[in-house]
């Protein structure tokens, strides 16, 4: 199974499936993943900061990711602590919303 991996740098972090990611939006400089639980009443979301103008490459390239990333494990989409991030336009985890109404 695979796993996208979030991580603010207050060492709050998170892993989710790939296949619970319901949606991933574009908004002004930030893209938001929402991932499913089981059951499909509840939603859990990470918000990344992208720098302006690259919120649709970003969009593109989470989804290029979740489709062709089969048996690898854990992808890092953005860590702060070690500034590590999938894309060039990813500047941070903005934050981590766990279990949130749909």
């Known amino acids: 199974m695979d796993f996208f991996y979030f991580q603010t ?3 709050d972090a998170t892993a989710f499936p790939v296949k ?8 002004s400089a930030a ?6 639980a089981e059951g499909g009443t ?3 979301n990470v918000a990344l900061t992208v720098t302006a103008g690259q919120e649709e ?5 989470l989804c290029g990711f979740a489709s062709s990333r089969v048996g690898y494990g854990r992808l890092v ?3 702060d602590a070690n ?7 990813i500047t941070a985890c903005g934050a981590i919303t ?3 109404s749909p």
């Open 57 to 61: 490459a970003v969009v593109q390239a």
């Open 83 to 89: 500034s590590a991030y999938a894309h060039s336009g």
């Open 77 to 79: 989409i953005a860590d």
């Open 98 to 100: 766990l279990d949130v």
């Open 31 to 36: 893209v938001t993943v929402y991932f499913g």
């Open 20 to 27: 619970d990611i319901v949606a991933i939006d574009a908004s």
């Open 9 to 11: 740098g207050a060492d």
């Open 42 to 44: 509840l939603l859990s």
